[in-house]
């Protein structure tokens, strides 16, 4: 089946540093790139929605110049946490919507963020 | 607004053992419902799905009912493997308005043979 590469799989970084998580989508074209976290013991929450050549659409409360989100292809998409804090410590989920053939939506196997 | 409620984990089985994990949302409307699954290592994969009451989605074994009036889309199991351990997502998604996924917080589940 369709899958969706995200790298890496596990960061550590210091304070106010950047971090880069890429999600390829390796056998398919996505037309849209969903980006989730998820806090411990919580929710996985939707982030933003990405289309291929247009700017992110961010939930309410995701800080958009916080979370840069790059579509620039159908195959790849980018979440960059800028200046990372210990309160960004989080689960990333990236995910990759196809509507040829009916709407299918493929996940990548997370990100684990940990910001000291 | 919309909300997933799942039961806490972990929970943790022996082979052939009877699985129930709880579900309750928080929708307006009538959204359809979705169970998610993440084996280690690998992405949510899409395990079964109900989109409207009374409805019973299936899939390897695992089936849930729509029940509108307990607002409810508990997963069942008759007899769990060692290989059903994973982590499992309960989601919901309304047909109006914004079409995302709002999840529950995930239940890990593991199986011992």
């Known amino acids: 089946g369709a899958v969706v590469s995200q790298h890496p799989s596990w960061v550590i970084c210091k304070s106010g540093t950047s971090v880069k998580i890429e999600c390829r989508s390796l056998d398919f074209q996505a037309t849209t790139m969903f980006w989730y976290r998820q806090f411990p013991k919580q ?9 291929e050549g ?11 110049d916080k979370f840069l989100i790059n579509h620039a292809s159908l195959t790849l998409s980018t979440l960059t946490v800028t200046s990372a804090h210990p309160e960004d410590s989080s689960f990333y989920i ?10 299918k939506l493929f996940f990548g196997s997370g990100t684990q963020l940990s910001v000291l | 607004g919309d909300s997933v409620t799942q039961m806490e984990g972990p929970v943790t089985l022996s082979e052939e053992a009877f699985l129930t994990i709880n579900c309750t949302y928080t929708a307006t409307g009538y959204p359809s419902l979705f169970w998610y699954v993440q084996y280690p290592g690998e992405g949510l994969q ?3 799905k109900a989109t409207k009451a009374d409805d019973k989605g299936s899939n390897k ?3 849930a009912t729509y ?3 307990t607002t409810s889309f508990h997963l069942e199991k008759g007899s769990v493997q060692v290989s059903d351990s994973a982590v499992y997502f309960c989601a919901l998604r309304r047909l109006e308005g914004a079409q995302k996924l709002v999840f529950g917080q995930g239940t890990r589940l593991t199986i011992n043979p």
């Not at chain 1, 247009?54 to 958009?64: C, D, I, L, M």
């Open chain 1, 43 to 51: 929710s996985l929450m939707l982030m933003a929605t990405s289309n």
């Open chain 1, 54 to 64: 247009s700017k992110a659409t961010y939930e309410q409360g995701v800080e958009k």
């Open chain 1, 94 to 103: 990236c995910s990759a919507r196809v509507l040829s053939g009916g709407e």
């Open chain 2, 46 to 48: 899409l395990l079964l």
């Open chain 2, 61 to 63: 074994g695992f089936e």
């Open chain 2, 67 to 69: 029940r509108k009036e």
